[in-house]
């Protein structure tokens, strides 16, 4: 595990951009094997919907923020899901639970209550297809990193775009 040496990057970089001229990298990646939100063995990864994530299948998810600038990529890879369906997903800012609602809002890189700021540029959405094998990937690349400890799940909803229910979770601490 990386230390946490993401978060305040931005402001020290601007330090230290001077000396050093580099483009160091933090990076985060953790997976995870979905399990019923009722199983005793507690996982990273809970399903809600074992039809449309079941359990077994799985997930990947690697950060990777430039320390220079802050701009930050988020991949997301999954196995064994439900072939040809399309999904939704967002970072959420909370960690997962047996309660979907537990992992709380959406991550917002400008916190709002607009409904206009609920989009791809101002939030880190993962929306994805599930091939004939049912694996999936998707990219998010924003100019901006994450405020520490305020993004710390990926929600897999069950149609693609803002919203949708909550099929699975997955806690990932990102930096
Ligand atoms: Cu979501």
Redesign the pocket.
Same mark, same amino acid.
Do not use: Y
């Given at each position: 595990m990386v230390a946490g040496i993401c978060a305040g990057a931005v402001a020290a970089a601007v330090l230290a951009v001077a000396g050093t001229g580099g483009a160091e990298v933090c990076s985060m990646r953790e997976d995870g094997r979905f399990v019923p939100a009722s199983a005793a063995v507690a996982s990273p990864a809970v399903t809600y919907d074992k039809k449309l994530v079941p359990v077994g299948s799985w997930i990947e998810i690697d950060q990777q923020t430039k320390e220079n600038t802050g701009a930050t990529t988020v991949k997301l890879r999954v196995k064994g899901m439900k072939p040809g369906h399309a999904y939704?997903? *967002?970072?959420?800012q909370k960690p997962c639970a047996a309660d979907p609602a537990a992992?709380g809002?959406?991550y917002q890189n400008k916190v709002s209550t607009d409904p206009a700021d609920v989009n791809a540029e101002n939030e880190v959405w993962l929306d994805f297809t599930a091939d004939a094998r049912g694996s999936g990937r998707a990219t998010a690349w924003h100019s901006w990193g994450f405020r520490e400890g305020e993004a710390n799940s990926v929600?897999? *909803?069950d149609v693609p775009g803002?919203?949708?229910a909550?099929v699975a979770c997955f806690t990932a601490p990102f930096k």
């Open positions: 939704g997903v *967002h970072v959420h992992a809002g959406h929600v897999i *909803h803002p919203s949708g909550r």
